[in-house]
Structures are given as C-alpha cells and as structure tokens.
C-alpha cells in the first residue's frame, strides 16, 4: 500500500483500488493535505489498467468528520482566491469520486460528518457499521454545504436535505438508510466482509456494461452539474467561508461556546 501523508492507496490483483482517509488523529477531518492526497490518488487511478472497483474507508475509529476547523479558520484569513482555490480543490475531489467510471463502494464506521456526508453521496455503494453517526453540520459554524448540495440531492433527495443539512443535527445509521445515505447497516464487524460481498458482486459483471450504465445513470443526476453550475457552487462555498457569519461561528467552535451570530 502507498501512501501520502494524508492517504493510502492501494490496487489489488483483481483491480480493486483501496482509498484510505489517513489523518485518525483529527477523525480524518479534511484539510488542504488531505485533498490534494485525493486528488493525487485519483490521478494515480485514472492512469491503473484494469480498475474495477473504488472501496473508501477511514483509518482509526471514524469515517471522516468533515472539514478540519482549525484549516477552515486559517484559509478564510486569506485571499479571496486563496479561499476560491480550497473550494473548487475540495469540490474537484468529490465531483470525480462522483463521476469514476467504475464502481465506488464507502465503508463507514463512527462519525461521518459534513463533507464526509458529500464522499457518501458521491459513491455508488455506502455501508454502514450500526454504531456510525451522521451530520450535514455546516450551518453551525456559519458555513454552507454548497459543493456537496447536488450529490446530497441525488443521495437522499431534496426534502431530506431540507431537513438534515438547515438543523445540522446528528442521526444514526438506520435514519441515513431510511434517507438513502446509505443502502445496508452491518455490525462493526461485519463491515469489511460486507464491503468484500459487494465487491465480488460487482467483479462478475462487464466492466463496460457498469461504465456506460453508471454514465446513463449520472446523465439526468444532480451531481452531474454543467461548468457555470460548479464555479457558483464554488464560489458561494468560498465566499460563505469568509463571511461575519462564518467568523463568528468558527469562533464559536474555537471558544467551545454557543455561537452569537451577527444580526443584520
């Protein structure tokens, strides 16, 4: 298995790539490292002859427990096109884990919280140990989801989204089944063999039969958003991130306190 400092990857002999968020003294919470770690790996990907299969998973106790705040606070102190270039870096990762021509299958344990929930969207296959925890929190820190809002669509639909990421509270495994977040929960574990299941399955299909009907899939998706559609969606995200709102609600995580938001 190679590795970044912040991701290892790995191919099997049978095609089947191995994704590992690697930061399990921050939950695997993102950062600028972690991103460009992914994006460096799906380049990786792209160039593997033979590639049948993407499995993610997090090393340590948690998925993924969305943005590192620390990284948010520091990037929002910078340029406006600094803050640009961590959005569409972050929504870059997620619109090709989304558009991979092959299956993609997460495998979730503990928290999965934010942008995690946008990784879960933008794969084809989600399971989940019966101990994991969800959220879409951003709101509570004064930020927005926006990247991640067309998968989350396309995941679980508009009116669960209008829910889940408008109070930023927490649910279960068996809520984000009931949702669509995920499609099995599984005993912890049982996680792994229930990922390998899924693969197997997978490897005895035509591999492009899987790529032309992922592509048929994704044509009428809200993940698959046009060129304008992704640099709004980026820039809101970054100009969100530096808003009054958002300093006070990082403040607020920083301070470990209710958060007194501006009034207009």
């Known amino acids: 298995m190679t590795a970044t400092s912040s991701v290892l990857l790995d191919v099997d002999s049978r095609g089947v790539a191995r994704v590992v968020l690697n930061r399990p003294e921050r939950n695997n919470a993102y950062d600028g490292a972690l991103i460009q770690a992914l ?11 033979g590639l049948r299969a993407i499995v993610i998973s997090g090393n340590g106790k948690h998925f993924q427990a969305g943005a590192d705040l620390t990284w948010i606070n520091a990037v929002r102190t910078q340029s406006h096109a600094d803050n640009v270039r961590a959005s569409r870096d ?33 794969c084809d296959v989600v399971i989940a140990a019966d101990d994991a925890v969800f959220s879409i929190a951003e709101v509570r820190w004064g930020l927005t989801a926006a990247i991640i809002i067309p998968q989350l669509n396309d995941a679980i639909g508009v009116r669960q989204v209008r829910r889940y990421a408008l109070s930023g509270e927490r649910f279960d495994a068996a809520e984000a089944r009931r949702i669509g977040l995920v499609h099995e929960v599984v005993p912890a574990g049982q996680l792994d063999a229930a990922g390998e299941r899924i693969v197997d399955a997978i490897l005895q299909n035509g591999p492009d039969a899987i790529a032309q009907t992922k592509a048929l899939a994704l044509e009428s998706a809200w993940g698959r958003v046009d060129e304008r559609t992704f640099d709004a969606l980026v820039e809101q995200h970054a100009a969100k991130r530096q808003s009054d709102e958002a300093a006070e609600g990082l403040a607020s995580f920083a301070g470990k306190r209710a958060a007194r938001w501006p009034q207009d």
């Open 90 to 122: 972050t929504a870059l990762a997620i619109q090709r884990l989304n558009l991979a021509p092959v299956p993609t299958l997460a495998l979730v344990r503990g928290a999965c919280f934010g942008g995690g929930t946008g990784l879960l969207a933008a």
């Open 39 to 49: 994006l460096a790996g799906f380049d990786t990907l792209e160039q593997t002859a």
